[in-house]
């Protein structure tokens, strides 16, 4: 009697019923949106917030009228979702004879660190050397978009979204992240097939490494954006001023810049929650990335100049910014990176 109900107790059911997302791009794709309008809309400085926000309404609509009415692209859509399933669940099944066709051979290139640290002009300039046709894709499938943000940090709670650091776990999450990878790796073998380098920015992969390092092992390098967080908090808290969409005003900049620099701490942590991957990681110092991309185009043999990053100055104030608690923050970092035998390259100007 007694072995039986250790056994009731031990036992579980592992079967999950889960609703897996199409992703938006994957809809634009398949209706033939037109790239060049998304990235236009953005600007590659992502100062055109408005205009961005009226851009990503309006395809929505016209991708939701292209679901409903649209018989070529619901087949299309169809045939293309099939080709992700397999994938899907090649990657779920370690079925490496599939998930090679999408992988293997190639180099993986993601671009990480928190917003503002100059990661969009980092991914400009690789795609440039690698040739990698990044502002002729649709923009949420290479850039800052997929997995949606949900799936890397959002934790349910009453049917609210709270961000967390191991969200992805969560077994929605963690299907959902796959699926969505699927669809980008389906996206890039139909469109840019032959590239052998590719390039992908997502900020919310410092969280996710470790899912990534298990997917891409080997084939996968991190190239990790590293900036003084009171630079972060003031060009993050100048763009929220100037955005229509909320009430903040210029009383609230102290509590949100404690918050950025809570949330820089954070993700400079979690990078390394679960160990060295298997690929390179190499952090870039936002004052030094045009030294960094010199060096890094002779490498890869490319013969050209950086573009040249655009750092625009600003009144900090040093005595809160430039005090003992945040420095004390930025060499904790440095230590910790330091005992996987990383360099961290801590700030030393507010830059």
Same mark, same amino acid.
């Given at each position: 009697?007694?072995?039986?109900?250790?056994?009731n107790l031990i036992s579980f059911?592992?079967?999950?019923?889960?609703?897996?997302?199409?992703?938006?791009?994957?809809?634009?794709?398949?209706?033939?949106?037109?790239?060049?309008?998304?990235?236009?809309?953005?600007?590659?400085?992502?100062?055109?917030?408005?205009?961005?926000?009226?851009?990503?309404?309006?395809?929505?609509?016209?991708?939701?009228?292209?679901?409903?009415?649209?018989?070529?692209?619901?087949?299309?859509?169809?045939?293309?979702?099939?080709?992700?399933?397999?994938?899907?669940?090649?990657?779920?099944?370690?079925?490496?004879?599939?998930?090679?066709?999408?992988?293997?051979?190639?180099?993986?290139?993601?671009?990480?660190?928190?917003?503002?640290?100059?990661?969009?002009?980092?991914?400009?300039?690789?795609?440039?050397?690698?040739?990698?046709?990044?502002?002729?894709?649709?923009?949420?499938?290479?850039?800052?978009?997929?997995?949606?943000?949900?799936?890397?940090?959002?934790?349910?709670?009453?049917?609210?979204?709270?961000?967390?650091?191991?969200?992805?776990?969560?077994?929605?999450?963690?299907?959902?992240?796959?699926?969505?990878?699927?669809?980008?790796?389906?996206?890039?073998?139909?469109?840019?097939?032959d590239k052998k380098k590719v390039?992908?920015?997502?900020?919310?992969?410092?969280?996710?490494?470790?899912?990534?390092?298990?997917?891409?092992?080997?084939?996968?390098?991190?190239?990790?954006?590293?900036?003084?967080?009171?630079? %972060?908090? /003031? @060009?993050?808290?100048?763009?929220? #001023?100037?955005?229509?969409?909320?009430?903040?005003?210029? !009383?609230?900049? $102290?509590?949100?810049?404690?918050?950025?620099?809570?949330?820089?701490?954070?993700?400079?942590?979690?990078?390394?929650?679960?160990?060295?991957?298997?690929?390179?990681?190499?952090? %870039?110092? /936002? @004052?030094?990335?045009?030294?960094? #991309?010199?060096d890094f185009f002779k490498k890869?043999?490319? !013969?050209?100049? $950086?573009?040249?990053?655009?750092?625009?100055?600003?009144?900090?104030?040093?005595?809160?910014?430039?005090?003992?608690?945040?420095?004390?923050?930025?060499?904790?970092?440095?230590?910790?990176?330091?005992?996987?035998?990383?360099?961290?390259?801590?700030?030393?100007?507010?830059?």
């Amino acid at each position: 009697m007694r072995d039986n109900k250790l056994k009731n107790l031990i036992s579980f059911n592992n079967e999950f019923n889960i609703q897996l997302l199409i992703h938006s791009g994957v809809i634009e794709y398949i209706g033939g949106f037109d790239p060049d309008e998304m990235w236009e809309a953005r600007g590659l400085a992502g100062h055109k917030g408005e205009e961005f926000q009226a851009t990503m309404e309006r395809w929505s609509q016209l991708g939701k009228e292209k679901l409903k009415n649209d018989s070529k692209f619901q087949r299309e859509l169809a045939i293309f979702i099939n080709e992700v399933l397999e994938l899907f669940n090649a990657i779920i099944n370690k079925q490496d004879d599939i998930v090679n066709k999408y992988i293997g051979r190639k180099e993986f290139h993601f671009i990480i660190g928190m917003n503002r640290t100059g990661g969009t002009y980092l991914q400009s300039e690789v795609s440039r050397a690698f040739d990698w046709p990044m502002q002729k894709m649709i923009k949420s499938l290479v850039h800052d978009g997929i997995p949606y943000p949900m799936f890397i940090k959002g934790d349910k709670h009453n049917r609210v979204y709270v961000e967390s650091n191991l969200a992805w776990r969560r077994p929605e999450n963690y299907y959902n992240f796959i699926f969505q990878l699927s669809q980008f790796l389906v996206y890039i073998n139909q469109v840019a097939k032959d590239k052998k380098k590719v390039v992908l920015k997502n900020v919310r992969f410092s969280h996710s490494i470790s899912l990534l390092d298990r997917i891409f092992g080997d084939s996968a390098n991190y190239l990790i954006t590293v900036r003084h967080p009171a630079a %972060i908090g /003031f @060009s993050l808290f100048e763009n929220t #001023l100037k955005s229509s969409y909320n009430d903040v005003t210029i !009383d609230d900049a $102290p509590m949100a810049l404690v918050n950025y620099l809570i949330k820089w701490k954070n993700t400079y942590t979690e990078i390394l929650r679960d160990g060295l991957p298997k690929g390179e990681i190499t952090p %870039i110092l /936002f @004052s030094e990335m045009d030294m960094f #991309l010199v060096d890094f185009f002779k490498k890869h043999g490319f !013969d050209s100049e $950086p573009s040249g990053l655009r750092i625009t100055p600003r009144n900090y104030d040093y005595d809160c910014w430039d005090g003992k608690e945040v420095n004390d923050i930025m060499n904790q970092i440095e230590k910790l990176w330091s005992f996987y035998g990383l360099d961290f390259p801590v700030p030393k100007q507010i830059l």
